[in-house]
């Protein structure tokens, strides 16, 4: 009888020690995957304002149109080309929002990602996040004077009561 025992045992050892292994295999395999997909979306989101850089006017002349863009907006135009937060997207509306309410502390690519409504265990929505909040910095409209915290422009900054920093 404890022959059989331990024959059962090692089975069940043997059978663990592949089921380990095999899991190893899936985790690497899926965090391969993650990183693929975080490099698609940035390689997306890229192509897609390279695509909106190329049909939008090199030069303006007279000031930023007031005319309102046809089509969805996916581009972040840059901050002296725009009337303002209007211009952008409705996510990057709620980024600059976010960022605004987060004020001299700075908002990070964690709480952007809730703020978008994405799931933050999601490496990779956490570096679309930051990729997002980099280009805003690239194009003006934030600063990040900390590394991975992102504030609006100290002009733009308000104080306690709605006014901005320095008024009286």
Avoid: C
């Amino acid at each position: 009888m404890r022959a059989v025992l331990e024959a059962r045992r090692k089975a069940a050892v043997v059978r663990v020690e592949e089921l380990e292994t095999e899991l190893e295999r899936v985790r690497a395999d899926l965090a391969d995957a993650e990183e693929v997909l975080r490099r698609r979306v940035i390689g997306l989101e890229q192509y897609l304002e390279a695509l909106a850089e190329e049909v939008a006017p090199a030069v303006v002349v007279g000031g930023p149109s007031r005319r309102r863009p046809v089509g969805p907006r996916r581009a972040v135009p840059h901050r002296e080309n725009a009337v303002g937060v209007e211009d952008l997207s409705l996510d990057y509306r709620a980024v600059m929002a976010a960022a605004a309410e987060a004020g001299v502390e700075g908002l990070g690519a964690r709480r952007t990602v809730v703020v978008l409504g994405w799931d933050s265990a999601s490496a990779s929505r956490v570096e679309g996040a930051r990729a997002r909040l980099k280009r805003l910095v690239e194009r003006g409209w934030l600063v990040e004077e900390k590394p991975g915290r992102f504030t609006t422009p100290p002009s733009e900054q308000v104080d306690h009561v709605g006014r901005p920093d320095g008024g009286s």
